[in-house]
């Protein structure tokens, strides 16, 4: 049983099949950014009290008026979310509606920070036990989601919103729109 | 002055390694008698300096450690003045440049002992197999003094170490690492000795004969290696599991597979003339899998739960190495093989045809581990991420795993060339009705998997066949080889039985238990007596402390933690385990719930520690077949000495 030629090439172009194959993958930056597995899915049901006296609670069916949102996932004890307030001001000044989930906070110290650093929410939920937060993907505060108009998640934003990703995140509520 | 020694000792070992090569292969073109076998003759003295030096190297870095010598880089970076000195000996090479020079010395080493005790095959063919061993030793030459001289001065010294940290002041973690070395060095010798047999036609049963007890070496290392890293796996991560198929644990045992299959079918060509090109083609994928384990561990370029030492760019030089080395070989492969003499014809039912089963399944099961390992990369190249976990491992290894078993049990029985069933009927008869017996009992009895099922009543026909090939012979003259085997093949059943009888009979008890509370798990009554603080060097945990019973028996304490350490922030659980001989009780605490409830986690696990003593068994096993071929390899030099000492004495 003599073996045929060319089957003494296929190891060769096996391994070879490897070293292409690890080769791309090496020369790719690695993803340092878990994503949300939560990306393309609706948004869990929840029903959070109001975290400040003078804006409206937020629940789930709140997203499903067409309307495409930011959801900004902060608290007062938080600085990098003081960091991104100018920013999200920004954001609404042209024109993002954006909306809240409060994590672990209490009232007054909403309150405070609000007065402080501006108020750019239309909405404010308290997640007083993370559990918005922990149900819609978020590792940290601050998070900022966008949800398109029947309540589905199409992007997640990691950490406080830098001045370049205002730009992006008007780009992700305009693809979201359509 | 002895850093500089060091690195000056590697510089000239890297020449001498240039010079092995280049002499070699200007013999190898010259062709007999032509001008190269002047040059021939320098191959061998080259590896056995090469050896001395690379030795002095390493013993350099050795005093460097124990004399915590600051001034050194590398020594600062990883060692402390207040150490016990067996962590100072062990930082050595407990680092990325320290375990490359360990890797080369071993290496260049070996090289030397071949070049000064192999005198069986051709002396082209050593030239050869020399010529290999330099050229994959110059790449990790290069390695080391280009990317990562270990012998780096510090200007000005360190005031003080960095490497004080409690955390890996572990004996097992200093001894581990190196185990495996050895046995990927030890294939890189059976790597060497495929080449030259190639190189120069010359696959041989002397061929085979040669490179065997570096095989059996490197396999005998393997086995230890991943019979500890699992163990460790099962007590330190605190899941209760002892088998992840995690890349790193897939990444040591790839080359075991590899290596394992090449044993058995060295054994053929070495006994039959059989399996030539197919026997070379294992030693290039037994040394591949090794390069290609340290390439993903080292790389990064999978996640696992093992991530450390990972760094890209000596990812991407160690693929350079593999594409070198392993595309090297398998291109002379393709060119060469065709043109190696058919070897020996034997017919399916004989002792050749079951090794040849054995090493169509440990392919098998190989190529199954290594698709799975790299699948997740597959799909990534098109942005999918997966993870490959143990319900596609087990099942589809199993497929492979149980009849390879079955044909372990009879293979050894067998003649060489041509036999037939017939002649072993009444053994095979005799497996055959306790494997059906323990399935129809056990069956009967519980209600477990199928799996698990087929496992121990496989464990119990194999344990049993283990023994038969001893059968009708005479235990003290029998070869220590044999006796290998017979221990090897049991090991093998032991740590099946291990396994099946952990995932058959493991019970599990989850439960959030105030101080004072009692619960059942298995045989075992457990108390949780108390739940108190207490501080390590660098952590504070919670302890339980939990009274045991086994049955009603006296009672014994445990004490499982839930550390928290401070630098980095970091929170484990250490296990407590209880061994009895037929089992562990393993108990897990974790955090508060509320109202001063404790998470306790507790699972008796009857027979797991036979997977340890299988894995054992195993090594101990190759450990008997290696001092026995040795002993006899050498009882053969002395009395062919003898002869040609009486031949040149009838002369004169």
Same mark, same amino acid.
């Given at each position: 049983?003599?073996?045929?030629?060319?089957?003494?090439?296929?190891?060769?172009?096996?391994?070879?099949?490897? =070293?292409?194959?690890?080769?791309?993958?090496?020369?790719?930056?690695?993803?340092?950014? *878990?994503?949300?597995?939560?990306?393309?899915?609706?948004?869990?049901?929840?029903?959070?009290?109001?975290?400040?006296?003078? +804006?409206?609670?937020?629940?789930?069916?709140?997203?499903?008026?067409?309307?495409?949102?930011?959801?900004?996932?902060?608290?007062?004890? =938080?600085?990098? =979310?003081?960091?991104?307030?100018?920013?999200?001001?920004?954001?609404?000044? +042209?024109?993002?509606?954006?909306?809240? *989930?409060?994590?672990?906070?209490?009232?007054?110290?909403?309150?405070?920070?609000?007065? +402080?650093?501006?108020?750019?929410?239309?909405?404010?939920?308290?997640?007083?036990?993370?559990? *918005?937060?922990?149900?819609?993907?978020?590792?940290?505060?601050?998070?900022?989601?966008?949800?398109?108009?029947?309540? *589905?998640?199409?992007?997640?934003?990691?950490?406080?919103?830098?001045?370049?990703?205002?730009?992006?995140?008007?780009?992700?509520?305009?693809?979201?729109?359509? | 002055?002895?850093?500089?020694?060091?690195?000056?000792?590697?510089?000239?070992?890297?020449?001498?390694?240039?010079?092995?090569?280049?002499?070699?292969?200007?013999?190898?073109?010259?062709?007999?008698?032509?001008?190269?076998?002047?040059?021939?003759?320098?191959?061998?003295?080259?590896?056995?300096?090469?050896?001395?030096?690379?030795?002095?190297?390493?013993?350099?870095?050795?005093?460097?450690?124990?004399?915590?010598?600051?001034?050194?880089?590398?020594?600062? %970076?990883?060692?402390?003045?207040?150490?016990?000195?067996?962590?100072?000996?062990?930082?050595?090479?407990?680092?990325?440049?320290?375990?490359?020079?360990?890797?080369?010395?071993?290496?260049?080493?070996?090289?030397?002992?071949?070049?000064?005790?192999?005198?069986?095959?051709?002396?082209?063919?050593?030239?050869?197999?020399?010529?290999?061993?330099?050229?994959?030793?110059?790449?990790?030459?290069?390695?080391?003094?280009?990317?990562?001289?270990?012998?780096?001065?510090?200007?000005?010294?360190?005031?003080?170490?960095?490497?004080?940290?409690?955390?890996?002041? %572990?004996?097992?973690?200093?001894?581990?690492?190196?185990?495996?070395?050895?046995?990927?060095?030890?294939?890189?010798?059976?790597?060497?000795?495929?080449?030259?047999?190639?190189?120069?036609?010359?696959?041989?049963?002397?061929?085979?004969?040669?490179?065997?007890?570096?095989? /059996?070496?490197?396999?005998?290392?393997?086995?230890?290696?991943?019979?500890?890293?699992?163990?460790?796996?099962?007590?330190?991560?605190?899941?209760?599991?002892?088998?992840?198929?995690?890349?790193?644990?897939?990444?040591?045992?790839?080359?075991?597979?590899?290596?394992?299959? !090449?044993?058995?079918?060295?054994?053929?060509?070495?006994?039959? %003339?059989?399996?030539?090109?197919?026997?070379?083609?294992?030693?290039?994928?037994?040394?591949?899998?090794?390069?290609?384990?340290?390439?993903?561990?080292?790389?990064?370029?999978?996640?696992?739960?093992?991530?450390?030492?990972?760094?890209?760019?000596?990812?991407?030089?160690?693929?350079?190495?593999?594409?070198?080395?392993?595309?090297?070989?398998?291109?002379?492969?393709?060119?060469?093989?065709?043109?190696?003499?058919?070897?020996?014809?034997?017919?399916?039912?004989?002792?050749?045809?079951?090794?040849?089963?054995?090493?169509?399944?440990?392919?098998?099961?190989?190529?199954?581990?290594?698709? &799975?390992?790299?699948?997740?990369?597959?799909?990534?190249?098109?942005?999918?991420?997966?993870?490959?976990?143990?319900?596609?491992?087990?099942?589809?290894?199993?497929?492979?795993?149980?009849?390879?078993?079955?044909?372990?049990?009879?293979?050894?029985?067998?003649?060489?060339?041509?036999?037939?069933?017939?002649?072993?009927?009444?053994?095979?008869?005799?497996?055959?009705?306790?494997?059906?017996?323990?399935?129809?009992?056990?069956?009967?009895?519980?209600?477990?998997? !199928?799996?698990?099922?087929?496992?121990?009543?496989?464990?119990?026909?194999?344990?049993?066949?283990?023994?038969?090939?001893?059968?009708?012979?005479?235990?003290?003259?029998?070869? /220590?080889?044999?006796?290998?085997?017979?221990?090897?093949?049991?090991?093998?059943?032991?740590?099946?039985?291990?396994?099946?009888?952990?995932?058959?009979?493991?019970?599990?008890?989850?439960?959030?238990?105030?101080?004072? %509370?009692?619960?059942?798990?298995?045989?075992?009554?457990?108390?949780?007596?108390?739940?108190?603080?207490?501080?390590?060097?660098?952590?504070?945990? !919670?302890?339980?402390?939990?009274?045991?019973?086994?049955?009603?028996?006296?009672?014994?304490?445990?004490?499982?933690?839930?550390?928290?350490?401070?630098?980095?922030?970091?929170?484990?659980?250490?296990?407590?385990?209880?061994?009895?001989?037929?089992?562990?009780?393993?108990?897990?605490?974790?955090?508060?719930?509320?109202?001063?409830?404790?998470?306790?986690?507790?699972?008796?696990?009857?027979?797991?520690?036979?997977?340890?003593?299988? &894995?054992?068994?195993?090594?101990?096993?190759?450990?008997?077949?290696?001092?026995?071929?040795?002993?006899?390899?050498?009882?053969?030099?002395?009395?062919?000495?003898?002869?040609?000492?009486?031949?040149?004495?009838?002369?004169?």
């Amino acid at each position: 049983m003599k073996p045929i030629r060319w089957t003494l090439w296929v190891p060769l172009a096996l391994f070879a099949t490897f =070293c292409i194959l690890v080769t791309v993958q090496l020369s790719r930056p690695a993803s340092t950014v *878990v994503e949300s597995a939560m990306i393309g899915k609706p948004l869990p049901q929840f029903d959070l009290p109001p975290a400040s006296a003078d +804006r409206p609670a937020l629940k789930t069916a709140d997203f499903h008026d067409g309307q495409p949102k930011l959801l900004n996932i902060f608290a007062s004890w =938080c600085v990098p =979310c003081a960091a991104e307030a100018p920013q999200l001001a920004e954001l609404e000044r +042209r024109g993002a509606n954006i909306v809240a *989930v409060a994590v672990r906070d209490r009232p007054e110290d909403v309150a405070a920070f609000l007065a +402080r650093y501006g108020n750019p929410y239309s909405r404010i939920g308290a997640d007083n036990f993370s559990e *918005v937060q922990l149900g819609i993907g978020s590792s940290g505060v601050p998070e900022t989601f966008v949800v398109d108009g029947n309540g *589905v998640i199409r992007y997640q934003y990691i950490g406080d919103i830098r001045a370049d990703g205002v730009e992006l995140l008007l780009e992700k509520l305009r693809e979201a729109q359509r | 002055m002895i850093a500089e020694f060091g690195l000056a000792a590697l510089w000239l070992a890297a020449a001498l390694a240039a010079l092995q090569l280049i002499a070699g292969a200007v013999t190898l073109r010259s062709g007999q008698g032509g001008s190269g076998e002047v040059l021939g003759t320098l191959v061998r003295p080259a590896a056995i300096v090469q050896g001395v030096l690379a030795a002095a190297a390493f013993v350099a870095l050795l005093v460097l450690f124990l004399r915590t010598d600051l001034s050194v880089k590398l020594v600062a %970076d990883n060692s402390h003045v207040a150490k016990p000195w067996i962590f100072k000996l062990a930082g050595a090479w407990g680092n990325h440049e320290g375990s490359m020079l360990l890797w080369v010395t071993v290496m260049s080493f070996a090289g030397g002992l071949i070049a000064l005790l192999e005198r069986r095959l051709p002396e082209r063919t050593m030239i050869a197999t020399l010529a290999a061993q330099a050229f994959v030793g110059l790449g990790f030459y290069a390695f080391l003094l280009f990317s990562s001289n270990p012998f780096e001065r510090l200007d000005p010294p360190a005031p003080e170490g960095l490497g004080l940290n409690p955390l890996l002041q %572990d004996i097992g973690l200093a001894f581990h690492p190196p185990t495996l070395y050895f046995g990927y060095v030890g294939l890189s010798v059976a790597f060497s000795f495929a080449v030259g047999a190639l190189l120069t036609r010359q696959v041989t049963p002397d061929f085979a004969r040669a490179m065997r007890p570096w095989v /059996l070496g490197a396999w005998i290392f393997l086995t230890l290696g991943i019979t500890a890293g699992s163990y460790w796996a099962y007590y330190e991560l605190g899941w209760g599991g002892w088998w992840f198929w995690d890349p790193v644990e897939n990444a040591s045992l790839m080359p075991w597979l590899a290596a394992t299959a !090449l044993l058995h079918s060295a054994s053929v060509l070495a006994a039959r %003339d059989a399996l030539r090109a197919w026997t070379i083609m294992l030693g290039v994928v037994a040394f591949s899998m090794s390069m290609i384990g340290t390439f993903l561990v080292r790389s990064g370029i999978l996640t696992s739960v093992h991530a450390f030492a990972v760094d890209p760019e000596r990812g991407t030089f160690i693929l350079a190495l593999l594409a070198i080395y392993i595309g090297g070989a398998l291109t002379v492969f393709a060119l060469r093989a065709g043109t190696v003499a058919e070897g020996q014809r034997f017919s399916a039912t004989s002792r050749e045809g079951a090794l040849v089963v054995n090493n169509v399944a440990l392919s098998a099961i190989l190529a199954i581990v290594l698709l &799975g390992t790299l699948y997740p990369l597959l799909t990534e190249a098109f942005g999918v991420q997966v993870s490959v976990g143990p319900p596609y491992f087990n099942p589809v290894a199993a497929i492979f795993f149980l009849p390879m078993l079955l044909v372990m049990a009879v293979g050894p029985l067998l003649r060489w060339r041509r036999d037939s069933l017939g002649r072993v009927r009444s053994e095979v008869i005799l497996a055959g009705l306790v494997i059906i017996a323990v399935l129809a009992g056990i069956a009967f009895f519980s209600s477990i998997a !199928l799996l698990p099922l087929l496992g121990i009543a496989l464990a119990a026909g194999v344990a049993l066949a283990s023994f038969m090939p001893l059968r009708g012979r005479s235990l003290r003259r029998l070869p /220590l080889a044999t006796w290998g085997m017979v221990i090897a093949h049991l090991g093998v059943a032991v740590a099946l039985f291990g396994a099946a009888c952990d995932s058959a009979f493991t019970q599990e008890r989850l439960l959030a238990a105030r101080p004072g %509370d009692t619960t059942d798990v298995g045989p075992w009554t457990v108390t949780l007596a108390a739940v108190e603080p207490v501080a390590g060097p660098n952590w504070t945990a !919670l302890e339980g402390r939990l009274s045991v019973r086994y049955k009603g028996g006296p009672v014994t304490l445990m004490a499982p933690q839930s550390r928290n350490f401070w630098t980095p922030p970091q929170q484990t659980n250490e296990a407590a385990l209880l061994t009895r001989w037929n089992g562990q009780l393993y108990a897990v605490i974790g955090g508060e719930g509320e109202g001063e409830r404790w998470q306790l986690r507790l699972w008796w696990k009857p027979f797991v520690t036979f997977i340890w003593y299988g &894995g054992a068994l195993i090594g101990l096993g190759g450990l008997l077949a290696l001092v026995g071929r040795v002993a006899t390899d050498l009882k053969r030099r002395h009395v062919r000495a003898q002869v040609a000492i009486r031949r040149e004495e009838r002369v004169a």
